[in-house]
């Protein structure tokens, strides 16, 4: 199994763009979560899908953040439009059980 | 207060050291205990999982839970500069079928050669 796959690696944009970042689950798991990690506030868990369908997106800190997951094996968060305090690295994990296995992040950055 | 406490560290020790790092939290409902570990540049990735209390034990690396403290530890004995990385616990209650995580800070650990 290749893992959770998520793209791009790293992405550099200007203020007030568009930004989507992909992930692709390990398949069979039916958890999707998106996460952000800086160093002042840690690991700060965004939305979490079950089965496809959003459960909590309580930690999605703005309307300009949106997610979705159109099917089993395919989630994308968006920022429109983003800012510089967005630059983060944003993983996507995916679970079965407890326990989550997490893709290696995009690493964002907005100038 | 957050539900997870953890000493973000850096912690500095000789190769060969035992570590100990530690979490508290705060949900009594808490039943699940993970503890990740991240190198740098990379996703966490799963080092121990416990459910409810009691020890476990992997090679070098035993993790304990204390429910009635609200309490867990990861113990690394004889310590090699390639654990050096960030150590984050994580927990979940019983409840949450999907499996949802609450995870720490995070200590970063260095050992020197």
């Known amino acids: 199994d290749a893992g959770v796959i998520q793209s791009p690696r790293h992405e550099v944009t200007e203020m007030g763009q568009e930004v989507t970042l992909r992930c692709k689950p390990i398949s069979g798991h039916n958890s999707l979560f998106w996460y952000r990690q800086t160093m002042m506030r840690g690991l700060e868990l965004l939305i979490y899908?079950?089965?496809?369908?959003?459960?909590?997106d309580s930690g999605m800190p703005e309307d300009r953040f949106s997610a979705k997951m159109p099917n089993a094996s395919f989630s994308t968060l968006k920022i429109q439009p983003s800012e510089p305090r967005d630059s983060a690295v944003y993983f996507c994990a995916s679970s079965f059980s407890p326990g989550y296995t997490f893709g290696s992040g995009t690493r964002l950055t907005v100038v | 207060q957050k539900e997870v406490e953890q000493d973000p560290g850096p912690l500095s020790v000789p190769e060969g050291a035992i570590v100990s790092l530690n979490c508290t939290y705060s949900n009594s409902a808490f039943q699940y205990f993970m503890w990740y570990r991240q190198y740098s540049r990379k996703g966490p990735e799963l080092l121990m999982y416990?459910?409810?209390?009691g020890n476990k034990e992997d090679g070098r690396f035993t993790a304990q839970v204390d429910k009635s403290s609200k309490y867990i530890s990861l113990f690394i004995r004889d310590s090699q500069p390639s654990d050096s990385a960030t150590y984050l616990c994580?927990?979940?209650?019983?409840?949450?079928?999907?499996?949802?995580?609450?995870f720490g800070q995070g200590t970063t650990l260095q050992v020197k050669p």
């Open positions: 899908f079950n089965n496809n369908v959003p459960i909590d």
């Open positions: 416990t459910y409810s209390s």
């Open positions: 994580a927990m979940s209650d019983a409840s949450s079928n999907t499996g949802k995580l609450i």
